[in-house]
């Protein structure tokens, strides 16, 4: 199993799907199998700060985030485009350019699923322009993952030589993960995965995130934090966040969860697959989630 998380900033990650990973690895590890995970980090986090330089705030945040990772036991990767690149954070535009980069990275690593930020349904929601491109970057790439000649003139070694025949690649499973910037309602999501398990890796990943939860997060006013002075404080706003994230999913539980939809972006999968291929989940409505799948594959 191998999934690859698609999310526009440095710390995305642990706050949206960094349980669902680590849920799926102890799952595996258990059962005997093999879980492979990847973050791809679409911005260069140049911007985000207040008093550190755009060229020092980048190198940090890469730092941190390897540290991250390296904790979780995932491998990660800064998008980069044909010319090596990385994306400017706050100008991320999809555009064909992204667009031939996230076909290349996602053929690169084959995922069965990815996880990525959703496409907000209400217009009148606030936004933040890297998660929404992002989105609409996966969205639209999606259906050319398995065309193997879709970019091959801006990344000319994918080009087949000769005459020999490409080798498949197939579209995995796309999943959105619950996005704060995005807005929210109770009907947005269908699996709910309780990570009080993993809950305390969790904090101890994105506590290596100083440059935004101790620095920026707290001075930008937007999330209502105060900066955590040891990680045993972050753990517990950390949990805060997530009951607050129950509330606004309108999920009856005092137990921090994470929550996804189910998108036809790329192949659509059967209801059985997702009980086999995800760790213990609940069903926001099986029902309703059923019946949008079998409509979709019948289309």
């Not at 995970?37 to 945040?61: M, N, P, W, Y």
């Not at 609409?136 to 091959?152: D, M, N, Q, T, W």
């Not at 997060?217 to 129950?246: C, D, Y």
Request: hydrophobic share 40%; glycine share 6%; charged share 25%.
């Amino acid at each position: 199993m191998k999934v690859l998380c698609i999310h526009a900033h440095f710390d995305d990650f642990e706050f949206a799907c960094a349980g669902l990973f680590l849920l799926w690895k102890n799952s595996a590890k258990a059962s005997n199998s093999s879980f492979q995970g990847k973050i791809l980090v679409c911005t260069d986090g140049a911007a985000g700060h207040h008093f550190r330089s755009r060229e020092e705030t980048a190198q940090l945040r890469l730092n941190e985030q390897a540290k991250a990772a390296e904790i979780g036991g995932f491998e990660w990767e800064l998008l980069k485009d044909p010319l090596g690149n990385p994306f400017r954070e706050g100008c991320l535009e999809t555009n064909r350019i992204f667009l031939a980069s996230l076909w290349k990275a996602i053929r690169d690593y084959r995922p069965d699923y990815i996880v990525c930020p959703p496409i907000p349904r209400d217009t009148r929601v606030g936004i933040h322009v890297d998660h929404l491109q992002v989105a609409e970057g996966v969205r639209r790439v999606a259906y050319l993952i398995s065309v193997p000649h879709a970019f091959a003139p801006e990344f000319p070694d994918t080009q087949v030589k000769g005459t020999a025949v490409p080798e498949y690649i197939s579209t995995p499973v796309i999943l959105n993960a619950h996005d704060s910037y995005m807005g929210s309602d109770e009907d947005e999501h269908d699996l709910e995965f309780d990570i009080s398990r993993v809950i305390d890796s969790i904090a101890e990943m994105s506590f290596c995130h100083q440059s935004q939860i101790a620095e920026w997060l707290p001075w930008v006013g937007r999330h209502a934090m105060t900066a955590p002075k040891s990680i045993e404080k972050w753990k517990h706003q950390l949990n805060q966040r997530f009951i607050q994230r129950n509330y606004q999913s309108n999920i009856e539980s005092s137990n921090p969860m994470e929550v996804f939809t189910v998108t036809a972006w790329g192949v659509v999968p059967g209801f059985e697959k997702l009980v086999d291929d995800l760790p213990e989940f609940r069903c926001r409505s099986e029902e309703n989630l059923k019946a949008r799948l079998n409509s979709w594959k019948a289309s």
